[in-house]
């Protein structure tokens, strides 16, 4: 700096130099301030510009996005919380609840918000209790990939756990305690078909409810009826979603409610089945494999429904585990499979009185007209049907070939009826054709005819295919379901309804019921003395010297039955079936239809007990104690209930 | 007597200036109630600093101008000591070393560079007033380049850049060359990409969300998308006070500081917007008058100085919380909450004042 002044210094000694300098220090002031005074000015042009361009930006976003900002702003604000509604209950006919709702906590990890998993369960567990069997399934409902806002991973808390987590929730960011509905069955095992069980809405079911339109009511539901009754009934279970409009701030936290709409209930269903008889036939049955079906024959209502062995719905509502679910698909048993609708079995001799009605319908037999049966039949070849009974039955008319289930009879009555007369009479009591009850998935079995047979195989029908069908045999198939509507149609003296479970739907808000197929839906023209003929003859089965005797011991009401067997192998021309000797599950499939009391029935029974042997021994028996239980309520001395083969009894 | 004490108050303070400045607290004030959520203490704290910064505002009102010139350089030498002694000893928080704690208190050497550095500017030009050569704009520009590159090193960018816009300022007011304000500037152009590879990452991320907020919708970009929301939710006349969704649900960040303008947006709308701005503009419109009629180089070159570095920062906020600016931590004036900030700001502005006052009672 002094270096500076001391050169002004040296300007200053010399006067042109000073004027000169002075000259340009006042020319430069001059200069400094119009030059600042013009800067000042652009600055004021640029603050002008940069404000203006602020403002129009302002105006962009303010009022030419509003809307779109405006939107967002209520994306941020609102958020809707679906209400799921109380899904209806399953009542029995007299009002025995058989499936209802209970809330429970459950632990509920949201993905997206939690950290890595595996660390997260980790240390939960040290708060809650968590099986290998939570996290397996936690995984399971991770892997199948729904849009899930959160997987559970653990169900039903109790108290203290509840209190526990909720001490240390600030540890576990995205986990939270959810109160959820879940299905409850009070009576486990018990009529397991029917009802069906909830599962976790899959992909299958979320294209079918788009189908049906109803997605967005099962906004905040998780799990879906998937077969039975809980199945079949869905849309009338499952009721309307409530919705809640909620202010939510940006931790997620509520702060206040909009609007909200309350969730209606689910309808009630109100069965026709008994839940007293179900569990009756159930303990009668036993462990073995296979099916009961008991009808109302005035109503189509059905009793009880069961088929063997079944399975615990309760494992499935809150999401069943890989094990166990691994454990009913893969058992040899088949327990999910429904015996009752989906097995196909030959109808054997619990056809005949159906053959013996048509022969009298269609004139093809009169009551007195009688065979000789030399233990087989032959169309004059090489080749002969035997009868059950090696040495044949003697001379056997309408009556006693009902009563000793005898084969010859029916080998030359199908041979005289042909197979379309044959189609034609019988398939009017449902056979060949799903009953329509209110289960999905249903087959429908098969009652042979020379047009089916063309169709499937190409192939003629030949007279010889005819002779087995007589006796329930050759390409004859039915359900269970549909022995027991054919004999409930009989007992009804041919009065046809269609069979259902649910007898009527009781709306959750007004309690008004709507029944369900309370009119005949067909009628076979019978004539009453044919009726009468056929089922005094099937009373005759159970009575000393008929086929289903020991069932039938001192019965204080008049039961009208036939027994069935229906074979399991093939036997060859020259061999002879030997129980003992063959594999129990190669062993004929034992079958009894029957209803009572027989003059005015009101209960049809078809039971099948597979690999059971002889229809007498191991069918009946069930028959008789269900409608024992049903018509005199007398409670079933439970006896063991493996098959007991009996040598002497005969089909 | 209240009169003569108001007379006398009043003697240094410019009036045009107060107006506006007090509208502009008021509507502060209003606008932290709501965005506070309705806290009487939040608003109770900053009334507070409003009243302590107003003191510091009508002391420095009274300073004479060339008490204030004399004042410059050792402004800007203690700022470079304690910077200096921030690079040293400064707490790290945030991975930047920007604080001191000097056991009292703890100070940011960074603020007292904003004023420090115009200060000491102004007084080099004014000291060699009416023979400024190229070299005197070269020595100026040392003086701000220290200070700036070491704030930069903290790392602070924000404060840097504004600290370089204060110095710019009066650089350019003094009367540097076009050809090297334009060289400059394409040279600084040029430089961008040279800029972007020394930045920190989180500062190359700011610049990133600005171009496209919706890449990070829940991290780094939420500050922008929340803001635009409150500001185009609130439309042309606003939600009305207290009503704004996204600052009363905890959407808006920052929405008592930095971010306050958009709680202000949302509530008052376009309309309301206007009116700010207005104010603003006033107050800035008044600082240039200040400046155009400062009867010394030194005082028009700080007035300008002091006048653009307040035009600056609400222009950065404005548009940092419009959208168009990256996110970077600049209050607004007078309106964000915050004593430092306040104090600052009405420090600068109690310097215009000081400025018209003086040169019109030595007019008169």
């Known amino acids: 700096m002094k270096l500076f002044r001391r050169s002004a210094l040296r300007r200053d000694t010399h006067p042109l130099v000073l004027a000169g300098a002075r000259r340009a220090e006042l020319r430069d002031h001059q200069k400094e301030l119009q030059s600042f005074q013009l800067r000042l000015g652009l600055m004021a042009s640029v603050i002008l510009a940069v404000f203006s361009a602020l403002l129009l930006r302002l105006f962009y976003v303010q009022v030419i996005q509003h809307d779109y900002y405006h939107t967002l702003a209520e994306n941020n604000r609102i958020s809707i919380v679906p209400i799921v509604p109380n899904r209806g209950l399953i009542l029995d006919r007299n009002s025995a609840v058989l499936a209802h709702n209970y809330a429970a906590y459950t632990l509920e990890i949201t993905p997206s918000k939690a950290g890595k998993l595996e660390g997260l369960i980790n240390e939960l567990s040290e708060v809650v209790d968590i099986t290998p069997r939570d996290r397996k399934r936690f995984r399971k409902v991770l892997d199948e990939g729904h849009d899930f806002s959160s997987a559970p991973i653990r169900t039903r808390l109790s108290d203290e756990e509840v209190a526990r987590f909720a001490a240390n929730k600030y540890r576990f960011p995205g986990v939270d305690i959810r109160a959820r509905l879940f299905r409850h069955y009070p009576n486990g095992e018990v009529a397991s078909h029917v009802l069906g069980y909830m599962g976790r809405i899959n992909k299958r079911d979320v294209e079918r409810l788009e189908e049906l339109g109803v997605k967005p009511n099962y906004a905040g539901s998780d799990f879906i009826g998937k077969i039975g009754l809980e199945g079949r009934y869905e849309q009338e279970l499952h009721g309307t979603t409530g919705f809640e409009e909620v202010e939510t701030d940006a931790g997620g936290r509520a702060v206040r409610t909009l609007r909200s709409r309350l969730p209606i209930s689910g309808n009630n269903l109100l069965l026709s089945l008994d839940a007293r008889l179900q569990n009756v036939a159930e303990q009668v049955f036993g462990n073995r494999r296979g099916a009961l079906i008991a009808i109302e024959p005035s109503t189509g209502g059905i009793l009880a429904l069961m088929s063997k062995p079944g399975f615990d719905p309760n494992l499935f509502v809150d999401g069943i585990d890989p094990q166990n679910w691994d454990l009913l698909n893969n058992s040899p048993d088949h327990p999910l499979n429904n015996r009752a609708l989906q097995g196909v079995y030959p109808p054997g001799s619990t056809f005949k009185p159906f053959m013996a009605l048509a022969a009298l319908e269609l004139g093809k037999r009169s009551p007195g007209y009688s065979i000789a049966d030399p233990g087989y039949f032959s169309l004059g070849g090489s080749h002969r049907w035997r009868d059950w009974k090696q040495a044949g039955h003697g001379v056997v008319d309408l009556h006693k070939s009902i009563v000793v289930s005898c084969d010859t009879y029916y080998y030359g009555l199908a041979h005289d009826m042909g197979i379309d007369n044959i189609h034609k009479f019988v398939g009017q009591f449902g056979f060949g054709k799903r009953t329509g009850i209110d289960i999905d998935g249903e087959a429908g079995g098969l009652l042979p005819s020379e047009e089916w047979k063309m169709k499937r195989f190409k192939q003629k029908w030949y007279p010889g295919d005819t002779i087995s069908v007589g006796i329930g045999q050759g390409y004859n198939l039915a359900t269970p379901m549909q022995l027991a509507q054919a004999t409930a149609v009989l007992a009804n003296r041919g009065v046809v309804f269609r069979p259902h479970i649910v007898r009527q739907i009781q709306n959750s808000q007004s309690g008004a019921l709507t029944s369900i197929e309370p009119q005949p839906i067909g009628h076979v023209q019978l004539a009453s003395e044919n009726v009468q003929r056929i089922t005094d003859a099937m009373v005759d089965v159970l009575k000393p010297g008929g086929t289903a005797v020991v069932a039938g011991t001192g019965a204080e009401y008049r039961i009208a039955g036939k027994t069935g067997t229906a074979q399991v192998i093939g036997i060859k021309q020259n061999e002879r079936y030997d129980e003992r000797r063959i594999n129990e599950r190669h062993r004929d499939h034992a079958l009894f239809i029957a209803y009572a009391p027989a003059d005015a029935p009101t209960i049809a029974v078809a039971v099948l007990v597979e690999n059971g042997g002889h229809g007498s021994s191991s069918a009946a028996p069930v028959a008789r104690k269900v409608m024992d239980f049903y018509l005199l309520g007398k409670e079933p001395k439970l006896e063991r209930t493996e098959t007991v083969v009996e040598d002497s009894a005969g089909d | ?364």
């Open chain 2, 1 to 364: 007597m209240i009169d003569r004490l108001l007379v006398y108050l009043g003697r240094h303070v410019d009036s045009y200036l107060l107006a506006a400045i007090g509208a502009l607290l008021v509507v502060g004030l209003i606008t932290l109630y709501s965005a506070s959520g309705e806290s009487f203490v939040r608003v109770g704290n900053q009334a507070g600093n409003i009243v302590v910064a107003l003191v510091v505002m009508w002391l420095a009102a009274n300073v004479p101008p060339h008490y204030i010139q004399r004042l410059a350089m050792p402004v800007y030498v203690l700022g470079l000591i304690l910077l200096i002694a921030v690079a040293l000893f400064g707490e790290i928080t945030n991975g930047a070393r920007r604080w001191l704690d000097l056991g009292v208190i703890r100070i940011q050497p960074s603020e007292l560079m904003k004023i420090g550095v115009p200060l000491a500017l102004a007084w080099y030009f004014d000291r060699y007033e009416a023979i400024l050569k190229l070299r005197d704009f070269i020595i100026g520009g040392i003086m701000m380049a220290v200070p700036v590159l070491m704030i930069a090193e903290q790392p602070d960018l924000g404060t840097s850049l504004l600290v370089a816009a204060a110095g710019f300022f009066v650089i350019f007011l003094a009367g540097l060359s076009w050809k090297i304000v334009v060289g400059v500037g394409l040279t600084a152009l040029g430089c961008l990409p040279l800029l972007w590879s020394l930045m920190h990452d989180y500062q190359r991320q700011r610049v990133m969300t600005l171009l496209d907020p919706s890449q990070d919708p829940l991290g780094a970009g939420y500050h922008t998308i929340q803001a635009a929301i409150a500001l185009g939710s609130g439309g042309l006349f606003g939600k009305g006070w207290l009503n704004g969704t996204q600052a009363h649900l905890d959407f808006l960040p920052e929405r008592t500081t930095d971010f306050i303008f958009a709680v202000f947006s949302e509530e008052f709308g376009l309309f309301g917007n206007i009116i700010l701005v207005t104010l603003f503009l006033f107050v800035i419109g008044r600082g240039l008058f200040i400046s155009f009629n400062a009867s010394t180089l030194f005082t028009r070159l700080l007035a300008g100085a002091i006048t653009m570095t307040f035009f600056t920062y609400v222009v950065v906020n404005m548009g940092m919380v419009s959208g168009v600016l990256p996110v970077v931590g600049v209050p607004l004036p007078l309106m964000s909450y915050g004593g430092t900030s306040l104090v600052s700001i009405l420090f600068g502005l109690g310097i215009l004042m000081s400025i018209q006052t003086h040169k019109r009672l030595v007019q008169s």
